[in-house]
């Protein structure tokens, strides 16, 4: 079992910066891979970044590519979304997630989920 706590939403301008991190507890750390989504209301969730376990390699939703950094520390059991010139549709309930094997924008093939942080954009 892996646990996921999500922390460093909030209510930023259009433009600004927020980093999220998301500890994980439980299995090693090392051993998944990590990764991001996004939800709002109505639509389905969807994938904002990936980072493979030893984290040398990154994937980016088109729409974030060049403006969000994911990284991780396994070391400290976290990974970290850097988030950059944000715009209002970023705004959203962001996710992190555990996947035992490799990186993917499926959601479906990932084991464990936090509980989701609030990122609001204003105009």
């Known amino acids: 079992q892996v646990r996921l706590v999500e922390s460093g939403g909030g209510l930023v301008q259009a433009g600004g910066s927020l980093r999220l991190s998301c500890a994980a507890s439980?299995?090693?750390?090392?051993?998944?891979?990590m990764a991001w989504f996004r939800q709002t209301p109505g639509k389905e969730r969807e994938f904002v970044a990936g980072?493979?376990?030893?984290?040398?390699?990154?994937l980016y939703a088109d729409s974030v590519k060049g403006r969000f950094t994911i990284s991780r520390d396994n070391a400290e059991s976290t990974v970290y979304l850097q988030m950059n010139s944000l715009k209002p549709e970023d705004t959203a309930t962001y996710y992190c997630a555990a996947h035992y094997g490799a990186t993917s924008t499926t959601d479906d093939l990932y084991d464990y989920w936090g509980q989701g942080t609030q990122v609001t954009v204003s105009s």
């Open positions: 439980g299995r090693t750390f090392s051993s998944y891979a």
């Open positions: 980072i493979r376990r030893s984290s040398g390699s990154t």
